[in-house]
């Protein structure tokens, strides 16, 4: 009898995170219950969304003659590099100033409209590094969401035109390490599957 490997587990389309899926200001993973509130979502964005823990680590071997490299107790963390990177869409004052890493937002009033106004600067205060979630589709109602701690962007603020298009921002956010817990990875992922007849 010939034996074949062009199989799946029973489980997979139980397992697929499907869809673009949305960046939120604020996400309770033990407390949701199935209604998203739109107007948690930061931005849109087109072309999906990209989150990447990158390790680096160091090898206490290496340099050293006669020593065998990747050495699984020669293994030392040096860092890990966080990032999330994508394009979005759509432009509020508060994702515009996301971008700009470092800026203060005034309001100024011109016949009787307002206006806000995003004033980049050189120092950065404790203020400007945010958090937020990455959350998608999971499964069959379920959900796979990313909380994103201390983030800054590092890729700056972009703005494309585009003719007879939408204008688009490509962005890129770090997480960051903070000195009061230098122990907490700047990130927790959490996968949910719904209970059985939900």
Not at 127 to 143: A, E, L, P, R
Request: no cysteine; proline share 4%; hydrophobic share 35%.
């Amino acid at each position: 009898m010939a034996m074949t490997f062009t199989q799946i587990r029973e489980t997979t389309f139980e397992e697929l995170q499907a869809n673009a899926g949305v960046v939120l200001s604020e996400f309770d993973p033990t407390t949701f219950a199935g209604t998203l509130t739109r107007s948690d979502i930061l931005f849109a964005t087109s072309g999906g969304i990209t989150f990447k823990d990158t390790p680096e680590y160091r090898d206490a071997g290496e340099g050293i003659d006669n020593a065998p490299k990747n050495v699984k107790e020669l293994k030392k963390f040096v860092r890990r590099d966080i990032k999330v990177t994508g394009s979005k869409v759509t432009f509020t004052p508060e994702s515009v100033k996301l971008d700009m890493a470092a800026a203060d937002a005034t309001d100024v009033t011109k016949s009787g409209s307002t206006i806000k106004k995003l004033t980049p600067r050189d120092e950065l205060k404790d203020s400007d590094f945010t958090d937020f979630w990455i959350v998608g589709d999971y499964g069959d109602g379920g959900y796979f969401a990313v909380h994103v701690m201390n983030a800054l962007s590092t890729g700056g603020f972009a703005w494309k035109t585009a003719d007879n298009g939408n204008g688009t921002s490509d962005f890129e956010y770090t997480a960051h390490y903070t000195l009061s817990d230098l122990t907490k990875v700047p990130y927790e992922a959490y996968l949910m599957t719904p209970a059985v007849g939900q």
